[in-house]
Nanobody
Framework: QVQLVESGGGLVQPGGSLRLSCAAS???????????LSWYRQGPGKERELVAT????????ITADSVKGRFTISRDNAKKTLYLQMNNLKPEDTAVYYC?????????WGQGTQVTVSS
């Protein structure tokens, strides 16, 4: 049973930083290495949006224009953990952040972690 558990969310002031983690369990190591891993977020009253993706080939893509230059996605395959480093946070970054993994033919979601940016 694959499980994704996010952590690292919380309340932070504008301009602050947070690092989110997504720890995978129940994932065979080789399948984790080949998985496409992403961070999504869903703000209040908004649709869920793709923030960033880490591909099995080692590529890292920041998809959301609003976070380019501020967020960085990375992965540690040995620890089966995905990260999202978020710098210079803004109130509009307030959302529940979700980890997503694609391991064909399956895909998995974490339960989400709340990030609130407010003074």
């Amino acid at each position: 049973q694959v499980q994704l558990v996010e952590s690292g969310g919380g309340l932070v002031q504008p301009g602050g930083s947070l690092r989110l983690s997504c720890a995978a369990s129940g994932f065979a190591f080789n399948r984790y290495v080949m998985a496409g891993l992403s961070w999504y977020r869903q703000g209040p009253g908004k649709e869920r949006e793709l923030v960033a993706t880490s591909t099995s080939a080692g590529g890292a893509t920041i998809t959301a224009d609003s976070v380019k230059g501020r967020f960085t996605i990375s992965r540690d395959n040995a620890k089966k953990t995905l990260y999202l480093q978020m710098n210079n946070l803004k109130p509009e970054d307030t959302a529940v952040y979700y980890c997503h993994a694609v391991s064909y033919p399956n895909n998995f979601w974490g339960q989400g972690t709340q990030v609130t940016v407010s003074s």
